[in-house]
């Protein structure tokens, strides 16, 4: 993956693209949800959950599996609304702005098996036009993403054949086209070999310093110390959920720094803070 010095493809129409992120984002709130309930029937799965994240920022939802984090990420991309509560983004009310604000949301699912009879400059074309690129600058965007991803060699072959890692690299590919302001992840590290987590956590902090939001739902206590072995600087923070709740919604640093001011903290300091909060 290509990601250092990335500069966007297009001037594609972005109601909340920010011009110099690099430099302006810790004032600029992107992701703003209050408040947020989700209930099916009389059953809630998502309750009160209240946060900020910035330009620039990156929240990593950790959880057990089945406590929320994907019906999060769906509601976040819009995909389902709220029993309650508000997501705003760049300050505009999501639900009751859906055509203003999806151009600004980028969603990369955990599992994608769709379009498998075309091939992946068809399906890059095909979202170019989705996504009212003009006519005259398509061509150029597809091939430059295929070049970002690395997937040149892939351009001529069916979806369907594709590796699931593969797969996951066009997703980014296709939604680079786009250039959102918020980015939404289900489990982007899950599927990689070691190399390819690497590359992959190289361009999660690209995306930061070009004042990107990135939302990232993992099950995994491994992917936290490698996305999170960084820039201490950024905008980290951590949302630890059970049972629908946060159990814990801190900057990571400042999580990691209360570990080490009541505890000489050992190497799987992290992993004991997550049993803690997440016992049944």
């Not at 939802?61 to 029993?83: D, H, Q, W």
């Not at 919604?249 to 049993?275: C, H, M, Y």
Request: glycine content about 6%.
């Amino acid at each position: 993956m290509r990601v250092e010095g990335w500069k966007p493809i297009l001037p594609f129409f972005q109601p909340f693209l920010l011009k110099d992120a690099r430099y302006n984002h810790r004032s600029v709130e992107v992701l703003d949800v209050r408040n947020l309930c989700k209930s099916f029937g009389k059953k809630p799965f998502l309750t009160e959950l209240t946060f900020q994240v910035a330009a620039g920022g990156c929240l990593v939802l950790l959880g057990r599996s089945g406590a929320g984090k994907t019906l999060l990420l769906n509601i976040l991309a819009t995909l389902v609304e709220p029993t309650s509560g508000t997501v705003s983004i760049a300050g505009v009310d999501a639900f009751a702005n859906l055509k203003q604000v999806r151009p600004s949301i980028g969603y990369i699912p955990v599992a994608f098996d769709g379009y498998p009879e075309l091939s992946v400059v068809d399906y890059l074309n095909f979202f170019a036009a989705a996504y009212k690129l003009e006519k005259q600058e398509r061509a150029s965007a597809t091939e430059a993403v295929l070049e970002l991803m690395d997937i040149q060699h892939l351009r001529d072959v069916k979806i369907g054949v594709l590796s699931t890692g593969e797969r996951q690299r066009l997703l980014f590919a296709k939604t680079f086209l786009h250039e959102p302001q918020l980015w939404l992840l289900d489990e982007p590290l899950t599927s990689l070999d070691p190399s390819g987590q690497v590359e992959m956590v190289e361009l999660l902090g690209e995306l930061q310093a070009m004042g990107k939001t990135v939302i990232i739902a993992t099950n995994r206590l491994e992917d936290v110390s490698k996305l999170y072995n960084t820039d201490s600087q950024r905008e980290n923070f951590i949302g630890i959920l059970n049972s629908g709740r946060f159990a814990v919604f801190k900057r990571f640093s400042e999580l990691q720094r209360e570990v080490t001011e009541a505890d000489s903290p050992s190497s799987n300091w992290f992993s004991g803070i997550f049993l803690e909060v997440t016992k049944t």
